[in-house]
């Protein structure tokens, strides 16, 4: 697969804690130079890199991240405010303790007030693949498609583990027809990006594929 398409899916992600804005405005002019689908930062960080990009590329930002388990008010209010400040996209990590209480028509709710206030903004869920089981994936398959978001994502890259195929494979089965897939956290090589792009993820997030392409030494997300 030619890099350039692999670049296209990519959410370029910086996320690390200690992120500073030298080091978001250096990966939004790489998004930029290398034509990326987007550029994934903190909420803190997306009014001045909206500001610094403009129409040149899209910003995400994440939402109840990375555990998950603030109110849904909370959640609500964060993607308001996100998009206030200029965000493009919203990734969003959904309660894990309703997952594992099979509170899945709560879980649904908080997805569908969170897509209502991202009005026409693209909405990706991250389930956490990692620490949930096939039942419980394939139930948050039916929520993410019932709630009319955009996206599922398989991970925040802050847990026990990242995307991986037979997740992607198993999204592929049990998502609607306008529920995209997105693999995130662990691509770790362009064969990995490359085969889960052909197992039908029209997004990647990651960190790495940028400096992968140009053979730099990487770690993390």
Known sequence: MENKTILKTVDHTLLKQTSTWEDIKTICDDAVKYEVASVCIPPSFVKKAKEYVGDKMQVCT??????????TDVKVYETKDAISKGADEIDMVINLGMVKENRFEEIEDEIKAIK???????????IETCLLTEEEKIAMCKCVTNANADYIKTSTGFSSGGAAAEDLKLFADNVGKDVLIKAAGGISDLETASQFIEIGAKRLGTSRIIKLINNEECSGY
């Open 62 to 71: 994440v939402i109840g991240f990375p555990n998950g388990y603030n109110t």
């Open 116 to 126: 209502e206030a991202c009005g026409e903004k693209i909405l990706k869920v991250i």
